[in-house]
Nanobody, 125 residues
């Protein structure tokens, strides 16, 4: 079965950086896109960025462009999210997700993506 295991969340001051990881198993890695979806308290889930595992093409929401970068290591079946210049409004639970196309994840998740359990990111002074 599909397994997506996130790690790397934590508490960071505004302007700081964090790197999230998503280790995957249970599905053909190159047959799906993998992205990061976040959910802040009281808000809908927001797709922030996504990458094609086959050719590395990535897509990002306007809210994170220039600050967040997604990458993948196909040999390790792992996707990373490097988050820089973090802001308090980036505080959310960050979920790793897989889908058929990035358009179905970013900026609004549609259909039935598969999610991991999530990791909390808190940006606060």
């Amino acid at each position: 079965q599909v397994q997506l295991v996130e790690s790397g969340g934590g508490v960071v001051q505004p302007g700081g950086s964090l790197r999230l990881s998503c280790a995957t198993s249970g599905f053909p890695f190159n047959d799906y896109v993998i992205g990061w979806v976040r959910q802040a308290p009281g808000k809908e889930r927001e797709g922030v960025t996504c990458i094609s595992t086959s050719d590395g093409t990535s897509y990002s929401a306007e809210s994170v462009k220039g600050r967040f970068a997604i990458s993948r290591d196909n040999a390790k079946r792992t996707v990373y999210l490097q988050m820089n210049s973090l802001k308090p409004e980036d505080t959310a639970v960050y979920f790793c997700a897989i889908h058929f196309t990035c358009e179905r994840l970013v900026p609004e998740p549609r259909g039935f993506p598969s999610y991991g359990q999530g990791t909390q990111v808190t940006v606060s002074s």
